[in-house]
């Protein structure tokens, strides 16, 4: 089963149909990025991650969303712009995609489904959506943008991590150096 994560069909920014079998033995981090969202300062993390661990064999993998109050409205090449104007962003992106509701990607559903509780989360982002009211309808789902995924080499999700998390975070970096090291 840790290999079907390989085989799930995707699309680049760019619009090339493929799939993530390119990455496999590599240690990917999942995330749903958005462009209009507070946390969007967090592409500036996820870029040094990529660039300070992509020579051992890590990969950032962006994968723009616009399921949480519209802040991900644009076209590939317009979020392929904002990322590389604002944030010199190298790592890959893929086209827009759902995740979560009925129209949630292929991706998404088995990451949710085969790792459906968050290993790092205090709670508190949860909370100050909650007071906005946006709720989850089901534990497993994405709580907002910026929620990342660490896939070991294995194919195997190894931790999922709230939105609140950044890149610079001790818990996120000592995950992915644990996996690296595998």
């Known amino acids: 089963m840790a290999n079907e994560i390989y085989e799930i069909p995707v699309k680049t920014i760019d619009g090339t149909e493929t799939t993530l079998s390119e990455y496999k033995n590599k240690v990917l981090l999942v995330v749903n990025v958005a ?3 507070g946390l969007t300062p967090q592409y500036a993390g996820l870029q040094k991650l990529y660039s300070d661990y992509q020579a051992k064999g890590f990969e950032v993998l962006g994968f723009p969303a616009n399921n949480f ?3 991900e409205p644009g076209t590939e090449t317009e979020i392929k712009e904002f990322c590389s104007s604002n944030f010199d962003v190298k790592f890959p992106l893929f086209a827009k995609v759902s995740v979560k509701g009925d129209d949630r990607h292929q991706l998404y559903h088995y ?3 085969t790792k459906p509780e968050t290993d790092v989360n205090d709670g508190v982002m949860e909370e100050k959506l909650k007071g906005y009211g946006s709720m989850r309808s089901e534990s497993s789902e994405v709580l907002w943008n910026f ?3 660490l896939i070991g ?3 195997e999700v190894a931790a999922r991590f709230a939105p609140d998390v950044t890149a610079e975070d001790t818990r996120l970096i000592s995950k992915l150096e644990e996996e690296l090291n595998r």
Do not use: A, I, W
């Open 153 to 155: 080499k294995n194919g």
């Open 147 to 149: 929620e990342k995924f």
């Open 69 to 71: 109050m519209g802040q």
């Open 111 to 113: 990451l949710t489904e």
């Open 35 to 37: 462009s209009k969202c």
